[in-house]
């Protein structure tokens, strides 16, 4: 009997914290739907921690709930028209992740023009040591970058590109205010006015293959794709087509339809630097996503303004 | 038959200029040594890429030598002193190879504390679509970074740092102009102030284990060092012993003590990440370090002012 359901796998941190307040920590939606009636009956504020939907169908098995608190910025697995009608808010953990998930994106560009990976392993195998060469690379500073969604996390990206002496583009919905980067109103003509692209877009049916066949066309075999937002924003079997056939030079990845089961294509890859999904995986920011978490449901329950409302 | 002497291992764009100045190259100071009298005595430049001591004996092979072109912004293979009693020139390629060089201490860094290469793996090996999870890793934003030596390389990779909203340290022979960074007289107390050490120092005897094991120890458990300047900066064994034992959090190395000849201790280690001594090792790069070593001998031979003279 809890007011509070969190749902997900969650950090030892974050189930003490969590059952501090009185929740109920659970593992899945499904182990959700298996709870008895009344128990169901008590929820008001989920704690949600997971990329399964959720949906119209589950919010009416919890007749009083009142809040969502999804853990992570992305909140595409929650059907907010359907939180809406049913007169439920929805959070989310913004801003707290955006430094890391910027780090990512410009490591996982360096790490593949440098051939960094390559590089460790020239070292460790003792191809090095033996007399072998390590092959000329391309330099990255001073190239031509262009993020595609300049919200909060691509503006973190294009200010650390930036120091990189590189060339501005971006490609957002509409023109935003920066120190004279350059905008693209059509995400292909930003494709083909750079040398890499980072994807920074918001997930869901909206962006959904946004990075198009030819958005990655326009890329160009000297181009590199960076992808840390979802794996839904680009068109995956244009992309393993391209980097298979060269169309594309290469790619940086941290997100993949139906992650984790990732397309054993990727495996194959030499010019792909491949990310479990930790474009927010460190011990402090993940810390500083379930406090907010927390601090929403807490909010909800007392009462009082949601720290970072969504609806 | 030439007045200039072109030694070491170049690519074919560089061997096809040197060529077109009537260069003669060679592989190494051995098939120097192996010249008859009369070519040495012909050459007047020599072009040299190496890491081969190249002292007085070496000049006094070759006695109408009057410059020495090295490839490479370090010059510690080339005695200096001895270059000056022998009335030699001498000439680097600085500057061209900086970005490059600050691009790879960054992404060294951020490899390491993301674990990039065991994330990589993890996706490769299928561990992830397995169901495994990837620990959580350190936030690099926002963290203490210090700079060992602040000359034109150091200060790109402060700048690249300062974008990661970082709290900026350095240590120099003196105090430089920067945007408010801490100056730390000693390299000790540089080590004890912050998170992350990248080792910028120039080669040579006098900066020998200049990062000894009192400041691997200052820099403590949490610490990372990242060197891309010489192997000879560092008191390996100490740096050794410190990563082995935990002592030291982690490190990013470019440069060895012997390399390629390295340190089988080190591919054993994970909390490391090794490259093949590559900091300029781009094709922009190392295109431009040859144009510069061959305008330098151009330039002596005709008896105007040298480019990058370092003597």
């Known amino acids: 009997m809890s007011e509070i359901l969190a749902i997900g796998s969650y950090t030892e941190t974050d189930m003490a914290g969590l059952r501090e307040m009185g929740a109920r920590v659970i593992a899945s939606l499904d182990a959700m739907r298996d709870l008895p009636e009344a128990e169901r009956g008590d929820v008001r504020a989920v704690a949600y921690k997971g990329h399964h939907p959720f949906g119209a169908e589950e919010m009416a098995l919890l007749p009083a709930l009142g809040v969502i608190a999804n853990y992570g910025v992305g909140y595409d697995a929650i059907d907010v028209g359907a939180a809406d009608a049913a007169g439920v808010r929805v959070t989310n953990t913004?801003?707290?992740?955006?430094?890391?998930?910027?780090?990512?994106?410009?490591?996982?560009?360096?790490?593949?023009?440098?051939?960094?990976?390559?590089?460790?392993?020239?070292?460790?195998?003792?191809a090095w040591a033996g007399g072998e060469s390590f092959a000329l690379n391309r330099k990255v500073s001073g190239r031509r970058a262009g993020v595609m969604g300049l919200g909060r996390i691509g503006r973190d990206i294009a200010d650390r590109l930036a120091a990189f002496k590189m060339e501005m583009h971006y490609h957002s919905r509409s023109e935003k205010q920066t120190p004279g980067w350059r905008y693209h109103a059509d995400p292909v003509d930003l494709a083909a006015s750079v040398d890499y692209l980072v994807v920074a877009l918001v997930g869901g049916p909206e962006t959904e293959n946004y990075v198009s066949r030819e958005v990655i066309e326009a890329l160009g075999p000297e181009g590199v794709l960076i992808n840390i937002s979802r794996g839904s924003t680009v068109d995956e079997a244009a992309l393993l087509e391209a980097l298979e056939t060269g169309r594309l030079?290469?790619?940086?990845?941290?997100?993949?339809?139906?992650?984790?089961?990732?397309?054993?294509?990727?495996?194959?890859?030499?010019?792909v630097v491949l990310q479990p999904h930790q474009g927010s995986g460190t011990q402090e920011t993940r810390a500083a996503m379930g406090q907010l978490q927390r601090d929403n449901v807490a909010a909800f329950l007392a009462g009082k303004a949601l720290p970072t409302p969504v609806n």
Chains 1, 2 share one sequence.
């Open 94 to 126: 913004p801003d707290v992740l955006n430094d890391d998930v910027a780090d990512l994106a410009v490591a996982m560009l360096l790490m593949q023009q440098r051939r960094m990976r390559q590089g460790d392993a020239h070292v460790r195998s003792g």
């Open 249 to 271: 030079g290469g790619a940086g990845l941290d997100v993949f339809n139906g992650e984790p089961k990732v397309d054993p294509r990727f495996h194959a890859l030499d010019n």
